[in-house]
């Protein structure tokens, strides 16, 4: 009789837990149905997605790390009762989020940088590149291919800095200033290793050589690159791990020609092959509808220097040709 109640006893709570388990199933499928719940997920999805590619292979990697343990420190102590562990674990973990702002700065600051860059290529799309710009830049990507052909035929080192949505202000302040217009003649007196300019990076705004002898970031992931790799090499990497700009390098050893971008370098290029990538970079593609044109063209936006700044612009560059 006993064991009669207790067997109806079993099946009565096994039924209950059952029902408990298919109704939490059917109100699980059923907020699946709703489309703000599927985009909450989604965007849930790509968060941890974005957090992981970023911390892979960093320092920021093991830091994470860390924090796990310490979360499962915490969830095991309040578990098994372990007070002093728990009362521990629980304060470290309240003053976790300042930890990380401060631990993860570096990351972080790439982070919302390539954001800005983002919102940066939007606002061209809709606002549309200053035709004027295009025009800069059409006559200077030969002359910058020229350029680093020459300087790799004699092998002399060389470092451009081709500015895109990031604005290198930062690296500008620290070189000189010389807004300058681009020629063959220009960049071959800058890296003459005998000038006072040519130790360091020629960062190019709009078609103009805006600055030279700037000192460019370390690389985030110095301790994974080539070690056979040089000076030029690592800040050209970790010039395009800090923003979107593209980087030319010409070995001052073999005078090979490489290009950074997104914290990649490539190399072996030739004269036609970098031009062919610089156009496809810096110009619309001409079977882009838009090339141009922007979608609101009530706001185009202007060139950075006015007339009166080009014309001092050349002045500067026939003086820096004629002395060197």
């Known amino acids: 009789m006993f064991g009669s109640v207790l067997t ?6 096994m039924q209950l837990a059952s029902g408990t388990v ?6 699980l499928f059923k907020s699946m149905s709703n489309p703000a719940n599927l985009l909450d997920i989604a965007l849930l ?5 974005v957090i992981l590619k970023l911390v892979r292979e960093t320092r920021a990697g093991q830091l994470l790390k860390g924090i796990l343990i310490l979360v499962g420190v ?68 030969p002359i910058i291919s ?38 063959v003649e220009l960049f071959g007196n800058i890296f003459f290793n005998k000038t006072p300019l040519h130790d360091g990076a020629v960062i190019m705004r709009d078609g103009i050589i805006w600055a030279a002898a700037c000192f460019l970031p370390k ?24 923003s979107d700009a593209l980087v030319i390098v010409v070995s001052e050893e073999t005078g090979q020609i490489s ?6 370098l490539t190399r072996n ?10 156009r496809e970079v810096l110009i619309p593609q001409e079977k882009d509808a838009l090339r141009g044109k922007p979608i609101i063209p009530f706001f185009r936006k202007k060139a950075e220097g006015e007339p009166e700044q080009q014309a001092a612009a050349k002045e500067q560059s026939s003086v820096s040709g004629k002395e060197g």
């Open 74 to 141: 915490y969830l095991l102590s309040d578990w098994m009762h372990l007070q002093v562990v728990n009362w521990i674990s629980g304060k470290a973990l309240n003053v976790g989020l300042i930890a990380i702002i401060v631990l993860f700065q570096p990351e972080l600051r790439r982070v919302l940088e390539k954001f800005g860059a983002t919102t940066s290529r939007l606002s061209k799309l809709t606002i549309g590149e200053s035709e004027d710009v295009i025009a800069q830049w059409n006559r200077a990507i």
């Open 259 to 264: 290009v950074a971008r997104d914290g990649i």
């Open 45 to 49: 999805t790509g968060m941890i997605y």
């Open 8 to 13: 109806s006893l079993n099946l009565t709570a």
């Open 146 to 183: 020229e350029s680093v052909a020459q300087l790799s035929r004699t092998a002399t080192g060389a470092l451009i800095v081709i500015e895109r949505a990031s604005r290198l202000g930062e690296q500008i302040s620290n070189g000189t200033v010389m807004k300058a217009e681009p020629s």
């Open 269 to 278: 290029y030739t004269k036609l092959t970098l031009e062919k990538l610089l």
């Open 219 to 242: 690389p985030q992931k110095e301790e994974l690159i080539d070690k056979h790799l040089g000076s030029r090499h690592r800040a050209a990497i970790g010039m395009s791990e800090n």
């Open 22 to 27: 298919s109704n939490k199933l059917y109100n």
